[in-house]
């Protein structure tokens, strides 16, 4: 007798046939998924599925490619090495599977371009057409530097005779269609499959299943299930209703934690129709609930109610009613200090501090402020990086000197926009080339770029040194310690780092870094400062 396929196994299937319905037409040369943007995952478990089901419910290889796409020729080359480093490193395996590993495509000489990309493809695909029907790439990019570029590059695919035995595969979501123009230009050759895909079905179908009984487990799972449908998709009294009816359980078999969960979801609802007493209320209760669960010695016990605290000071600050947030935030920051968690500490303590600076209170603001700081000193200096320390230094700019802070900020955009117009210029030159450039006069291109890149780096740090230099004392104290805490060249927020991924003495030409006075004693009068008031009042 065959086991019943669970839900996530039935998607995959779903997610087979419309894939084989949409490769019936010899026409199509990508397909476009588009899912639900809280189903990454499970167009992942998909594409992963295909490689490792015995029999895969498709005859097709999928391959990811999260190459970052800079430029259309930089890409190209990302791509080929991507697939050649693969098939190297895997040769141990297919030959253990008794499969060839003499494909001398993977060190053919293609062209940096679409179709010299396309047809290293074609020639992989067609060496191991025994053991696939399409070669199925899917493109998904890690960071995109420039929209209209990767657009072009997909065009310049389109436009190239794409072989038979491939088939481009991209993803886009149903909230953000990014595909839709190119499947609108291209018409026949690209397909778009509707995913069928609904994680709060799966996830409700998973509960019923699982356990495989009629316990208590079982019954919550599948109300909680429910209650994150409704969070999703109903109404605060819909979730509030579903979310009291499994309430009932969870007292019964006192699970204090699950009620925390349960409040803090409707909470969630009420927040989002701006329902702010409702949402304080069932942040107080889910708080009432976190501390039985900590006496109880639960081990989450502490964190959730911290977690309550943040909840209760996001609604606060929602209300406009920013003392009643700062309160609240320093309530959680107190808590994480028992977890002991640092880095909530330091952001409690920030948008503590951030909030009195909306009040207007300045000095007490900054208390706040180097009471966070205080926190990062704490810490080994690798998990600095890893807080919201470089938001809390500017806070602390912004908050000493306003205008000269936000001239700081906006020379990224101002850098950012001349990487975007050198991107374009570089790739207008290289369209020119034609489908089968030259390694020489792209690397000319190339070089090009990257000096602009470096120019354009360097007038960004020099203009922000200048700005810095011209502040008052605490102002450069601040950045001192930024430098002490975070690294040497650190400049401002948001933060531009080397184009080229330099370290500091890498850099062809250092910027002029402005003379900047020790930044000790500035923590001397919050090591003992901002401690937590109760914040208990009604909205």
């Not at 179709?115 to 790439?137: D, H, I, N, T, W």
């Not at 109404?235 to 078999?253: F, G, N, W």
């Not at 006496?295 to 000071?313: D, K, S, V, Y």
Request: proline share 7%.
């Amino acid at each position: 007798m065959s086991i019943p396929k669970n839900p996530v196994e039935k998607r995959i299937d779903d997610l087979a046939v419309a894939w084989l319905q949409a490769c019936e037409s010899p026409e199509v040369r990508v397909i476009v998924w588009r899912a639900p943007g809280n189903a990454g995952r499970m167009m992942s478990a998909f594409f992963e599925a295909q490689k490792h089901l015995e029999p895969a419910s498709t005859p097709d290889a999928f391959q990811n490619f999260d190459a970052p796409f800079e430029t259309g020729f930089g890409y190209s080359r990302e791509l080929m090495s991507a697939l050649r480093d693969g098939y190297v490193a895997s040769r141990g395996e297919l030959k253990q599977q008794g499969l060839p590993i003499d494909w001398r495509g993977a060190h053919g000489d293609y062209p940096d371009s679409a179709a010299g990309v396309l047809a290293m493809f074609q020639s992989f695909a067609e060496y191991y057409q025994g053991q696939m029907r399409y070669f199925a790439p899917v493109l998904s990019p890690a960071q995109i530097a420039s929209s209209s570029g990767l657009e072009q590059w997909l065009d310049a695919a389109l436009r190239a005779p794409i072989p038979d035995r491939l088939r481009l595969c991209l993803v886009d979501h149903v909230e953000d269609k990014r595909w839709q123009a190119l499947a609108e230009r291209h018409g026949k050759a690209v397909r778009v499959i509707d995913a069928p895909i609904d994680m709060f079905d799966i996830a409700r179908q998973t509960a019923a299943q699982s356990s495989g009984g009629a316990g208590p487990g079982t019954a919550y799972r599948a109300m909680l299930a429910d209650v994150m449908t409704l969070l999703e998709k109903g109404s605060a009294a819909q979730t509030a209703a579903r979310a009291d009816k499994a309430m009932k359980l969870v007292q019964r078999e006192q699970w204090h934690d699950q009620q925390v969960v349960l409040h803090m979801a409707v909470a969630g609802a009420h927040l989002k129709q701006a329902e702010h007493s409702e949402a304080i209320h069932r942040y107080r209760a889910a708080r009432e609930c976190a501390v039985a669960a900590e006496a109880a010695r639960h081990p989450a016990g502490t964190n959730l109610i911290m977690q309550t605290w943040f909840g209760e000071a996001g609604v606060w600050l929602s209300a406009q009613q920013p003392v009643r947030a700062s309160e609240a935030y320093a309530q959680a920051a107190a808590v994480a200090r028992r977890v002991p968690n640092a880095m909530f500490a330091l952001e409690g303590l920030r948008m503590a501090g951030y909030c009195l600076a909306q009040d207007g209170q300045t000095e007490s603001a900054r208390e706040r402020y180097l009471a966070a700081v205080a926190e990062a000193r704490a810490m080994p200096p690798a998990d600095r990086p890893l807080t919201t320390l470089a938001l809390l230094l500017q806070d602390m700019l912004r908050l000493q000197d306003a205008p000269r802070a936000e001239r700081i900020a906006q020379c990224a955009p101002a850098y950012q926009q001349e990487v975007a117009e050198a991107l374009q210029q570089a790739e207008a030159q290289s369209a020119k080339l034609g489908p089968q450039p030259t390694s020489a006069a792209l690397e000319k291109i190339e070089q090009e770029l990257l000096t602009r890149y470096e120019l354009a780096f360097r007038k960004l740090c020099d203009q922000r040194e200048r700005l810095i230099g011209g502040g008052d004392v605490f102002f450069r104290k601040v950045v001192a310690l930024a430098r002490d805490y975070l690294h040497p060249a650190w400049n401002g927020v948001p933060e531009v780092k080397h184009p080229l991924d330099k370290d500091l003495p890498e850099w062809s030409q250092p910027p002029r870094f402005a003379q900047l006075p020790e930044p000790d004693d500035l923590l001397d009068p919050a090591v003992t400062s901002a401690q937590p008031v109760p914040a208990e009042a009604g909205v």
